[in-house]
């Protein structure tokens, strides 16, 4: 007779994912066996149902832990139900890692190679600098997935290339150099703490989701800008979309961008003859510190860095009902850093917008296979990487609408879920407006970004809202006295 745990891994196709109606008002997933509305736990967390017990029980008698446990919230099996990589592999998964890196590679990758034109670097270094962005990001994507059985999701930051882009011409590369190698240290310290982590995980969960959906909401206004220069490839991608997600959501996104494809490459005046084929050899230059490097280059790349990218970085992988391990991540991803720095990598972070893509449920429908989105993502970035010099050529071949209409669609699931998330309590509700209309504005102040802001000023209404009501409610209780 197969046992419960047994018929558990059989539908683990179907199981409902973060987005599904399996998440628990508190917005952590229900298979994690936490408490529902009524405060006793789940039906994912009944004996009788898969085997699965609460977060309290740790493990049972087959070893699990629940996704949401510690270190890493990651799916830690016992050896008589240990899962190799393929055994969870899935072609949904693979290809959400594709388009991870796709999407990427193409807008972050421009603000990237505006940087090296900006410091006058020569051919070879700035395929080198490509090199170690897309090497470092697949390194750390594909092992920290691996490891922690998460969708960890790392990328070069762009925000610290666009500071790179308006300082990086007032220095030499070698010192450049240096600086990013003292910025990565930074960053690998400030992770060993913990304090980044903990302060994140004080923030609301609605603030945390109304922060996602202002990162993405440019992605979607994107794809129906994208009706002006290609018309066809946006109605076909999308009508794609939709019929694919009523039969078989998980690949409605594969289709989607099939599609796209397809119709893109039957227009012509695409010029691929910028294309060059072969492998790109990384570029060794021996650092130099300044002073004034480490002030005008290391210190804005590591605040603008952390703040910009690794703060929704960890935001989007709890609006996911993941519980990261953020010292093992933020400070994984600075030593990366720190080692790469040398070859011309300025600085690998967890990826926010893109990670989105690799997160949903259109990776896999069970949250913890999803870490094969993660693997997938890190070897494609890798091949990437492999062919630096190539990846330019094709990125700046390819029509923006594309890349618009992929990104677009790829995210539209994970922009209505954030958005629905966002509004559903109605006290924190204020607090998420204010958050999502902050970081949808795209505003900059002092080199740091928008999610950042949106972060702070909803934190801000939530803490000046919540001292109202409470402040009220003392009044009423001394009347009532």
């Not at 745990?5 to 998440?23: L, S, Y």
């Not at 691996?146 to 030499?172: C, E, H, M, Q």
Request: charged share 15%; net charge neutral.
């Amino acid at each position: 007779m197969a046992t419960a745990e047994q018929g558990a891994e059989n539908v683990a196709d179907e199981a409902p994912g973060p987005t599904d109606e399996g998440r628990t008002p508190s917005g952590r997933h229900g298979l994690s066996g936490e408490p529902g509305p009524s405060g006793q736990p789940g039906s994912s967390g009944q004996p009788g149902s898969s085997g699965r017990r609460t977060p309290s029980d740790r493990r049972g008698s087959s070893g699990r832990r629940t996704l949401s446990e510690q270190p890493g919230s990651s799916d830690r099996r016992g050896p008589s139900e240990q899962r190799g990589l393929l055994a969870d592999a899935s072609l949904s998964a693979v290809l959400a890692g594709l388009i991870t890196v796709v999407v990427s590679c193409s807008g972050p990758l421009l603000v990237v190679l505006a940087a090296a034109a900006a410091g006058h670097l020569t051919d070879e270094q700035t395929a080198s600098w490509v090199w170690a962005a897309c090497v470092g990001s697949g390194v750390t994507c594909a092992v920290l997935s691996w490891w922690t059985r998460i969708p960890v999701i790392t990328a070069f930051s762009t925000p610290g290339a666009a500071v790179l882009v308006g300082s990086l011409g007032d220095y030499s590369y070698p010192e450049a150099v240096g600086a990013f190698l003292v910025s990565g240290l930074l960053m690998a310290l400030v992770g060993l703490t913990g304090v980044f982590g903990k302060v994140m995980r004080r923030v609301p969960p609605g603030i945390v989701a109304a922060m996602l959906a202002g990162v993405l909401f440019s992605f979607g206004v994107g794809l129906f800008s994208a009706l002006d220069g290609a018309p066809v490839a946006v109605l076909v991608s999308l009508a794609t979309y939709l019929a694919v997600k009523q039969r078989s959501p998980r690949y409605a996104v594969a289709w989607a961008l099939l599609a796209a494809v397809l119709v893109t490459a039957v227009v012509p005046g695409i010029d691929a003859s910028s294309v060059d084929i072969g492998l790109t050899l990384p570029v060794l230059t021996a650092p130099e510190f300044s002073g004034s490097a480490l002030v005008g280059l290391a210190v804005p790349l590591a605040v603008v860095t952390m703040a910009s990218q690794n703060a929704p970085g960890l935001a989007v992988l709890a609006a996911c009902g993941y519980r990261p391990d953020d010292r093992l991540l933020i400070t994984a991803t600075g030593l990366a850093s720190t080692a790469l720095a040398p070859l011309g990598g300025h600085a690998v972070n967890l990826a926010a917008i893109t990670a989105a893509i690799s997160t949903g449920e259109e990776a896999h429908r069970d949250p913890r296979r999803r870490y094969v989105a993660g693997v997938a993502c890190g070897v494609f970035y890798l091949l990437a990487g492999v062919c630096g010099a190539a990846l330019v050529g094709l990125f700046t071949a390819l029509p923006p609408e594309l890349i618009a209409v992929v990104a677009g669609v790829a995210l539209l699931a994970t922009f209505s879920t954030s958005l629905a998330q966002a509004v559903a309590d109605e006290q924190g509700r204020d607090a998420a407006v204010v958050t999502f209309l902050t970081t949808a504005s795209g505003v900059t102040l002092g080199g740091v970004g928008s999610a950042c802001w949106g972060l702070v000023l909803g934190l801000v209404t939530h803490l000046a809202l919540t001292a109202r009501r409470r402040r009220g409610g003392r009044q009423e209780q001394q009347k009532a006295a």
